[in-house]
């Protein structure tokens, strides 16, 4: 679902003229500590890729992923000082808290889930693992902060998402928005030379 809000804040701030403005101000930007976030998409890739070929990454996964949000969580306070951070970290940290009440997965409501097709909701009945996903049930905790929203056609992508994950693309939204259009201030405020 991050990618969604990537996409549209990047298509929507092409069609606002903030193309060139966008590449002065990704290319100045700096974040503390900055090469966490391609840290972590490269473990979860690992994560995903090994859950498949071994049963025991499978088995403590929900701990590898609670890992992974915990240091991106860390990431987001450092850097929420810019524009969209803070609701990026407070999706993040709804996504998080969820997981962390339910054993390290996301739970997923079957019937939100009808419109990913019925070999998922298969699988989920049959409780089977999909990625870090679990069925919704009666003793689910937070059961409002899971996967309980769907959307499909005309929505480009079918998918079931949460209330953290709409919270954390508004953020990534404002931000992209943020760095494509506002030319009121720079993000990097260069640095100062000294006449001889």
Known sequence: MVYDGILLGLIVGFFRGGLRHGLNQFAALKLRS???????????????????????????????????????????????????????????????????????????????????????VDMLREGGAVSKHFMMNASTNLPFLGDIIPLSSPYPRTQVISIGDVVMNVGIFLFIQYMMVNRDKKVVQPAKTHQA
């Open 34 to 120: 900055g090469w966490i976030f391609p840290v972590l998409l490269l473990i979860q890739f690992f994560i995903f890729y090994l859950q498949e070929r071994f049963e025991w990454v499978a088995s403590i996964n929900g701990y590898l992923f609670a890992a992974v949000y915990i240091t991106g969580l860390a990431f987001l306070w450092l850097n929420r000082h810019h524009t969209g951070f803070m609701l990026i970290w407070i999706g993040v940290f709804l996504n998080f808290a969820v997981m962390a009440v339910n054993g390290g997965r996301m739970p997923v409501s079957v019937e939100a889930s009808a419109v990913l097709g019925p070999y998922y």
